[in-house]
């Protein structure tokens, strides 16, 4: 398995901490269904935008990996994200765009590249989240138009509950 690049939405249920909070404060949390289809003149399909700072993270492991597909979408201020799983919802539900990145243990060969004298060399500057040969879970969720969170950590394995989900 490679680094994978993908985007999906995900429903902010009414009882979401985050939903709730967004409501206190004033501002809405996520996007509205409704407003998102009416952009898009009923098209099941909207854009995610990516922070600077998660694109750093995409070009970090796209140069680590070799990976031009991914140094291309780190390029790209925004990405597709389909909605197809949200026909069969209220329209008045609340959302979130998320992007994730999720970078395999079989690919610390590729980011660790030993030299003779048995150190690693680490770039400077480079996420040292991808030097514990564990692999990596990094992911942006949009949850405003112009409002990112990020979350970083290592890869999921089954029976782990730590990290993003």
């Known amino acids: 398995m490679m ?3 993908r985007t999906l939405a995900e429903v902010l249920a009414p009882d979401d901490p985050f939903l709730k909070r967004g409501q206190e404060k004033g501002f809405t949390a996520g996007f509205v269904l409704a407003d998102v289809l009416g ?3 009923g098209v099941y399909q ?3 935008p990516m922070s600077e700072k998660f694109r750093f993270w995409i070009r970090a492991v796209a140069r ?8 291309r979408i780190a390029d790209l201020p925004e990405v597709p994200v389909s909605l197809e799983n949200f026909r069969e919802i209220d329209p008045q539900s609340h959302f ?3 992007c994730r990145l999720d970078v395999s ?3 610390t060969p590729r980011w660790r590249r030993i030299q003779p004298t048995g150190v690693a060399p680490w770039p400077r500057g ?9 692999g990596a879970l990094i992911e942006e969720r949009a ?3 112009d409002g990112f969170m990020l979350r970083i950590g290592t890869a999921k394995r089954p029976g782990r509950s730590h990290g993003p989900n």
């Open 3 to 5: 680094a994978t690049f």
């Open 39 to 41: 952009q898009t003149g």
């Open 46 to 48: 909207t854009t995610a």
């Open 64 to 71: 680590l990996t070799s990976d031009d597909e991914l140094l």
């Open 96 to 98: 979130v765009t998320v």
């Open 105 to 107: 243990p079989a690919e």
């Open 126 to 134: 480079e996420p040292r989240i991808l030097d514990m040969c564990q």
């Open 143 to 145: 949850i405003r138009p």
